[in-house]
């Protein structure tokens, strides 16, 4: 198969109109909490069409999971349909009593959800969670080989090379996207006419996920299922989906075929959306993120006018007011009342670059043949192996790759959580510091600061954020009284926090807000240099736009440097002014931000540039050819000779590749590891 | 995984050893060494000093303490608990009918508690936060927090003495059969049963719940499995490994729970033993009750955490 086939808009549905597979009317879901309605879905309605696609986007509690657990009618026990109505391949679901129910499940419908570890039965082999579905439909496989052979058969649909050994498996024993695979399989061993996909990908890492992508594009042409894809990732959706909803605070305001959504959206909550994102060709140095101001309404608020007015920049009385209707333009729809004007409203943020940090060319940070080995009972882990790099002062280091790679490792390497390897240097403000954190003095203490992907491990929930943020000016800047207070006012406002917020616990907080006060803790010592391991993962992209704007506003202000590590690499392009690409804990590629994503590329780093989906915007319309990397990452206790990255190298020589480690080589600051000669290396297209 | 299984066995077996030899020690020193002069505890303040000690020399008492629980152990091992002080014959024998007694009656009272308890859990879990889930629990709880003698004199009189249901001894006469036997056991075991189905309804309920609310279990409804096959298969499963572990540390409970039911009940088991050797002073009778109750404790705890491992192939991996 072609990779660039995904992007070709696949047959429309035929034309003789037959059932729906998913038909959605006027829906309204609330959620029953002490008594009182929570609306989470206004008045929804879409259809998909056999075989067709169709994706939900929205942020985190706009209502995209409660609207597939409508659809397979399996809401929490307090959620409840108050209105409208969800028929599957014809069928209302309302009026089915529990045995015709459980056939349309057992024959019809498959769900497949985010976290696949926990989806299976961890008691159970998959093969006997497998046989499950086998078992219930119209005609049983009753022999046990028979069952063992569909089982087989589905799993190589999958592309599992070693079914056996998978179905033997307990769900502990597999990795996630193999679990993920065998989910698939298991989803589509019915044949279902509706496949409902909730975040299928989010837990996954980029190179797995774009293998999972691929092979739910591909058996989704072998089996013309019909798909609800819901996501909150707006690449994923364009490649995935013919037809899109973005739905906001429960209600779906703009409706559309993926592509003319995404080019010419028709509404500005839509809009607002594509700004936040960090795709390529943004970066730190040239603007701002744009940001959705304000917060989504709460569940169950009554909402007279539009849902959307409190944040909306075009907003007037009628919007205030009145719902919009919606306006439809053949087959794309918007619920606005000026939904001609959604693409002319104002940036929230300036277009005025973030005023860079004046780089002073001192390095605060350099690691000389950083390594790490774990003693695992006779084995060693060779988790950080001969790592070297330099930080200079207000810059950003971005650190990428797959989980298994050894950024995190690294990061606590570097603050002192685990001690290093002898022979490893780590120098802060070109002093030596020891390897463990409690040998370091107190100045190279404070000067290294963490930020971490999921801040309630940081904070402690119990104290309030004046506690949680005055505790640490004490211990990291020691200060006290007045002065004290007056920096835990200035900090507060630098991280966007109001003084309102002092009072709360972290549990009071949304994510975005802990994630704030996480940085202002960081910042409270005025740190040299912070370490953000994740920070923004865990986030909805306009709060992810918001941190960003942030962490590049106080680098600008403080003069702060950064080791950024994430798997997302438009983040880290946003951030970075160096890049270093990892793989089993070696630097394949490190070089200035612009070098590392223009090219030449390591074949690693070209494998994970082209395995980002991009939305849609003006100035991107490139077509990237998808490089796959099959397996995965191999296991650091038994690295491969020579090149670690041969067994999954697409560009692979041969031979020398599996015998000689290629040296690094440096050209103009740009170092790659890799026996191809650079001008033969991809470049961006 | 098989490979793994047995060198996990050999620690656990390895453990329990080291405990049971600990174990040992404590109670050696408890009833050997705190007493002082055993002839003089025995014979009493006013006895002859020369009968105290050739009491004690017969005892053996005399030797040095690392010798005499040397001599004491390494007899307990072969079966040979000593001689009784009060009976001058061999403890063995009385304590393990005593013990045989007693697993009798912890055994009708586990066959009733355990699928009663568990059924509840259950059954509570699968209504949660409605009125038959509120009762369980409550119920469960003040059956809980009742003392065994203040039920066991509520019992004795309602089901024994006003409604006459069952015998108020807990000793079948002689000959008696087998249904006999549990029909006069019955009475005892109940408030046995009370203060257990609190405990192990209460961590049946909580499993539920947690394995009803799983994505796994989503996933097997959602697959269309009837319900009875998604409670049975997916739900039980995963819920109960926790209860597994609580109705074993129970075990321990039922020891002092066993004293003061088998001598309100005047049943011939092992806490009454124990009881009767405390007041007579009878040393040698009490260490072997205590330290066969010990065994009795590690064996099934350790056949618990075996169960749990093999039913929980996480833990059978060796992860955590
Ligand atoms: S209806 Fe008004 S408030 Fe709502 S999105 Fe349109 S312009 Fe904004
Ligand atoms: S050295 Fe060989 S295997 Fe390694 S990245 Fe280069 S081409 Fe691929």
């Given at each position: 198969?072609?990779?660039?086939?995904l992007?070709?808009?696949?047959?429309?549905?035929?034309?003789?109109?037959?059932?729906?597979?998913?038909d959605?009317?006027?829906?309204?879901?609330?959620?029953r909490?002490r008594?009182?309605?929570?609306?989470?879905?206004?008045?929804?309605?879409?259809?998909i069409?056999?075989?067709e696609?169709?994706?939900?986007?929205g942020?985190?509690g706009c209502?995209k999971?409660?609207?597939?657990?409508?659809?397979l009618s399996?809401?929490?026990?307090?959620?409840f349909?108050r209105?409208g109505?969800?028929?599957?391949?014809?069928?209302?679901l309302?009026?089915?009593?529990a045995?015709?129910?459980?056939?349309?499940?057992a024959?019809?419908i498959?769900?497949?959800?985010?976290d696949?570890?926990?989806?299976l039965?961890?008691?159970?082999t998959?093969?006997?969670?497998?046989a499950?579905?086998?078992?219930?439909?119209?005609?049983?496989?009753d022999?046990?080989a028979?069952?063992?052979?569909?089982?087989?058969?589905?799993?190589?649909r999958?592309?599992?090379?070693?079914?056996?050994?998978v179905?033997?498996a307990?769900?502990?024993?597999?990795?996630?996207?193999?679990l993920q695979?065998?989910?698939?399989?298991?989803?589509?061993?019915?044949?279902?006419?509706?496949?409902?996909?909730?975040?299928?990908?989010?837990a996954?890492?980029?190179?797995?996920?774009?293998?999972?992508?691929?092979?739910?594009?591909?058996?989704?042409?072998?089996?013309?299922?019909?798909?609800l894809?819901?996501?909150h990732?707006?690449?994923?959706?364009?490649?995935?989906?013919?037809?899109?909803?973005?739905?906001?605070?429960?209600?779906?305001v703009e409706?559309?075929?993926?592509?003319q959504?995404?080019?010419r959206?028709?509404?500005?909550y839509?809009?607002?959306l594509?700004?936040c994102?960090?795709?390529?060709?943004?970066?730190k140095?040239?603007?701002?993120?744009?940001?959705?101001?304000?917060?989504?309404?709460p569940?169950?608020?009554?909402?007279p006018?539009?849902v959307f007015?409190d944040?909306?920049?075009?907003?007037?009385?009628?919007?205030?007011?009145?719902?919009?209707?919606?306006h439809?333009i053949?087959?794309?729809?918007?619920?606005c009342?000026?939904?001609?004007?959604?693409?002319?409203?104002?940036?929230?943020?300036?277009?005025?670059?973030i005023?860079?940090?004046?780089?002073?060319?001192?390095?605060v940070?350099?690691?000389?043949?950083i390594?790490k080995?774990?003693?695992i009972g006779?084995?060693?882990?060779?988790?950080v192996?001969?790592?070297?790099?330099?930080?200079?002062?207000?810059?950003?280091?971005?650190?990428?790759?797959?989980?298994?790679?050894?950024?995190?490792?690294?990061?606590?390497l570097l603050?002192?959580?685990?001690?290093?390897?002898?022979g490893?240097?780590?120098?802060?403000a070109g002093?030596?510091?020891a390897?463990?954190?409690?040998?370091r003095?107190q100045?190279q203490?404070k000067?290294?600061q963490i930020?971490f992907?999921?801040?309630?491990?940081a904070?402690?929930?119990s104290?309030?954020?004046?506690?949680?943020?005055g505790?640490?000016?004490?211990r990291?800047?020691?200060l006290?009284?007045?002065?004290r207070t007056?920096r835990?006012?200035?900090?507060?406002?630098?991280?966007?926090?109001?003084?309102?917020?002092?009072?709360?616990?972290?549990?009071?907080l949304?994510?975005?807000?802990?994630?704030?006060?996480?940085i202002?803790?960081a910042f409270?010592?005025n740190?040299?240099i912070?370490?953000?391991?994740?920070?923004?993962?865990?986030?909805?992209?306009?709060?992810?736009?918001?941190?960003?704007n942030?962490?590049a506003?106080?680098q600008?202000?403080?003069?702060?440097?950064?080791?950024?590590?994430?798997?997302?690499?438009?983040?880290?392009?946003?951030?970075?002014?160096?890049?270093?690409?990892l793989?089993?804990g070696?630097?394949?590629?490190?070089?200035p931000?612009e070098?590392?994503f223009?090219?030449?590329?390591h074949?690693?780093?070209?494998?994970?540039?082209?395995?980002?989906p991009?939305p849609?915007?003006?100035?991107?319309?490139?077509?990237?050819?998808r490089?796959r990397?099959?397996?995965?990452i191999?296991?650091?206790?038994?690295?491969?000779?020579?090149?670690?990255?041969?067994?999954?190298?697409?560009?692979k020589?041969g031979?020398?590749?599996?015998t000689?480690e290629?040296?690094?080589?440096?050209?103009?600051?740009?170092?790659?590891a890799?026996?191809i000669?650079r001008?033969?290396?991809?470049?961006r297209? | 995984m098989?490979?793994?299984l047995?060198?996990?066995?050999?620690?656990?077996?390895?453990?329990?050893?080291?405990?049971l030899?600990?174990?040992s020690?404590?109670?050696?020193?408890?009833a050997q060494?705190?007493?002082?002069?055993?002839?003089?505890a025995?014979?009493?303040p006013l006895?002859?000093p020369?009968?105290?000690a050739?009491?004690?020399h017969?005892?053996?008492?005399?030797l040095?303490?690392?010798?005499?629980?040397?001599?004491?152990?390494?007899?307990?091992?072969t079966?040979?608990m000593g001689?009784?002080?009060?009976?001058?014959?061999?403890?063995?024998?009385?304590?393990?009918?005593?013990?045989?007694?007693?697993?009798k009656l912890?055994a009708?009272?586990?066959?009733i508690?355990?699928p009663?308890?568990i059924?509840?859990?259950v059954?509570?879990a699968?209504?949660a936060r409605?009125?038959?889930?509120?009762?369980?629990?409550?119920?469960g709880?003040?059956?809980?927090v009742?003392?065994?003698?203040v039920?066991?004199?509520?019992?004795?009189?309602?089901?024994?003495?006003?409604?006459r249901?069952?015998p108020?001894?807990?000793?079948a006469?002689?000959?008696?059969?087998?249904?006999?036997?549990?029909?006069h056991l019955?009475?005892?075991?109940?408030?046995?049963?009370?203060i257990?189905?609190?405990?192990?309804?209460?961590?049946?309920?909580?499993?539920?719940?947690d394995?009803?609310?799983?994505?796994y279990t989503?996933?097997?409804?959602?697959?269309?499995l009837?319900?009875?096959?998604v409670?049975?298969?997916h739900?039980l499963?995963?819920?109960?490994?926790?209860?597994i572990t609580?109705?074993?540390?129970?075990v321990?409970?039922?020891?002092?729970?066993?004293?003061?039911v088998e001598?309100?009940?005047r049943?011939?088991?092992?806490?009454?033993?124990i009881?009767?050797?405390?007041?007579?002073?009878?040393?040698?009778?009490?260490e072997?009750?205590?330290?066969?109750?010990?065994?009795?404790?590690?064996?099934v705890?350790?056949?618990?955490?075996?169960?749990?491992?093999?039913?929980?192939?996480?833990l059978?991996d060796?992860?955590?």
């Amino acid at each position: 198969m072609s990779s660039t086939a995904l992007r070709q808009p696949i047959e429309p549905a035929p034309r003789a109109q037959p059932t729906p597979a998913l038909d959605i009317e006027n829906l309204d879901v609330v959620y029953r909490t002490r008594g009182r309605d929570m609306q989470v879905l206004r008045g929804i309605s879409f259809s998909i069409a056999p075989g067709e696609s169709y994706g939900l986007v929205g942020e985190s509690g706009c209502g995209k999971s409660t609207a597939a657990l409508a659809a397979l009618s399996a809401l929490p026990r307090n959620g409840f349909v108050r209105g409208g109505s969800v028929r599957v391949a014809g069928q209302t679901l309302a009026s089915l009593d529990a045995t015709a129910l459980r056939r349309l499940r057992a024959e019809q419908i498959s769900m497949v959800y985010q976290d696949a570890g926990r989806a299976l039965n961890p008691s159970l082999t998959i093969f006997r969670q497998m046989a499950e579905v086998f078992e219930l439909l119209a005609q049983p496989a009753d022999r046990a080989a028979d069952l063992r052979a569909l089982c087989t058969t589905m799993l190589n649909r999958v592309q599992i090379s070693s079914p056996d050994r998978v179905l033997d498996a307990y769900p502990h024993q597999l990795s996630g996207g193999m679990l993920q695979r065998v989910i698939i399989a298991m989803a589509l061993a019915k044949e279902p006419s509706l496949l409902v996909l909730d975040e299928p990908t989010t837990a996954l890492d980029a190179t797995v996920e774009a293998e999972v992508l691929d092979l739910v594009a591909t058996l989704r042409r072998e089996f013309s299922t019909a798909i609800l894809f819901i996501s909150h990732n707006i690449g994923v959706i364009e490649r995935m989906c013919d037809r899109v909803g973005v739905l906001y605070a429960g209600s779906l305001v703009e409706t559309g075929p993926t592509a003319q959504l995404l080019r010419r959206p028709m509404h500005p909550y839509t809009m607002r959306l594509l700004r936040c994102l960090p795709t390529p060709g943004r970066s730190k140095a040239t603007a701002r993120l744009d940001t959705i101001k304000g917060f989504l309404p709460p569940p169950g608020a009554i909402i007279p006018g539009c849902v959307f007015a409190d944040r909306c920049d075009l907003a007037d009385t009628i919007c205030h007011t009145t719902p919009p209707p919606e306006h439809t333009i053949a087959t794309h729809a918007s619920r606005c009342h000026h939904w001609q004007r959604a693409t002319e409203q104002p940036l929230t943020a300036t277009e005025t670059p973030i005023p860079t940090a004046n780089h002073s060319h001192d390095i605060v940070l350099r690691g000389t043949n950083i390594s790490k080995t774990f003693q695992i009972g006779t084995r060693s882990l060779h988790a950080v192996t001969d790592v070297s790099f330099s930080l200079r002062e207000g810059e950003t280091l971005g650190i990428v790759g797959e989980s298994g790679s050894g950024k995190t490792t690294l990061a606590r390497l570097l603050l002192g959580l685990l001690n290093p390897d002898p022979g490893s240097i780590i120098e802060l403000a070109g002093q030596p510091a020891a390897g463990h954190a409690a040998a370091r003095s107190q100045d190279q203490q404070k000067a290294l600061q963490i930020v971490f992907q999921n801040p309630d491990s940081a904070l402690n929930r119990s104290h309030t954020v004046r506690h949680l943020i005055g505790r640490a000016l004490a211990r990291l800047a020691g200060l006290s009284g007045a002065t004290r207070t007056a920096r835990l006012t200035e900090l507060i406002h630098a991280v966007r926090l109001t003084d309102r917020h002092l009072g709360m616990r972290p549990r009071q907080l949304s994510g975005g807000l802990k994630q704030r006060v996480a940085i202002a803790r960081a910042f409270a010592g005025n740190p040299k240099i912070v370490i953000c391991d994740e920070p923004t993962s865990a986030l909805d992209v306009s709060v992810q736009a918001a941190i960003l704007n942030l962490l590049a506003d106080l680098q600008a202000r403080e003069n702060t440097s950064y080791v950024f590590i994430s798997h997302d690499l438009g983040v880290v392009r946003y951030l970075s002014d160096r890049i270093a690409v990892l793989y089993l804990g070696r630097i394949m590629e490190i070089g200035p931000a612009e070098a590392v994503f223009e090219g030449p590329h390591h074949p690693y780093t070209e494998a994970l540039l082209s395995s980002i989906p991009t939305p849609f915007n003006e100035s991107n319309t490139t077509q990237t050819t998808r490089i796959r990397l099959h397996g995965d990452i191999p296991s650091a206790l038994n690295p491969p000779t020579g090149c670690v990255f041969h067994t999954r190298c697409p560009r692979k020589l041969g031979p020398i590749c599996e015998t000689t480690e290629p040296a690094p080589e440096t050209i103009n600051d740009h170092t790659i590891a890799c026996h191809i000669p650079r001008n033969q290396l991809g470049k961006r297209p | 995984m098989r490979a793994r299984l047995i060198p996990m066995l050999a620690q656990r077996l390895g453990l329990a050893l080291v405990t049971l030899l600990l174990l040992s020690m404590v109670v050696f020193a408890g009833a050997q060494l705190l007493p002082g002069n055993v002839g003089r505890a025995i014979l009493g303040p006013l006895a002859d000093p020369v009968a105290v000690a050739a009491l004690n020399h017969k005892l053996g008492t005399d030797l040095p303490v690392p010798e005499q629980y040397w001599i004491w152990i390494s007899h307990f091992v072969t079966g040979n608990m000593g001689i009784s002080y009060t009976y001058r014959t061999p403890v063995a024998p009385f304590v393990i009918a005593a013990l045989l007694n007693s697993l009798k009656l912890a055994a009708v009272a586990f066959v009733i508690v355990v699928p009663l308890s568990i059924a509840g859990g259950v059954y509570a879990a699968m209504h949660a936060r409605t009125w038959i889930d509120k009762t369980i629990s409550i119920a469960g709880l003040s059956m809980t927090v009742i003392p065994e003698f203040v039920s066991s004199i509520i019992l004795i009189l309602i089901l024994g003495i006003w409604l006459r249901w069952l015998p108020i001894t807990a000793t079948a006469p002689r000959h008696a059969d087998v249904l006999d036997q549990i029909d006069h056991l019955i009475l005892p075991a109940l408030p046995l049963v009370f203060i257990l189905f609190g405990y192990i309804a209460r961590m049946a309920r909580a499993g539920t719940i947690d394995a009803l609310d799983a994505d796994y279990t989503r996933t097997a409804t959602l697959k269309g499995l009837p319900p009875g096959v998604v409670i049975r298969r997916h739900v039980l499963r995963n819920a109960l490994l926790p209860t597994i572990t609580v109705v074993a540390t129970q075990v321990g409970y039922l020891v002092g729970g066993l004293v003061i039911v088998e001598t309100l009940f005047r049943y011939q088991g092992i806490g009454s033993l124990i009881l009767t050797a405390a007041r007579a002073k009878d040393f040698p009778m009490l260490e072997g009750g205590i330290l066969t109750i010990g065994i009795v404790y590690v064996l099934v705890t350790m056949l618990a955490d075996i169960a749990l491992v093999m039913l929980n192939p996480r833990l059978r991996d060796g992860g955590r």
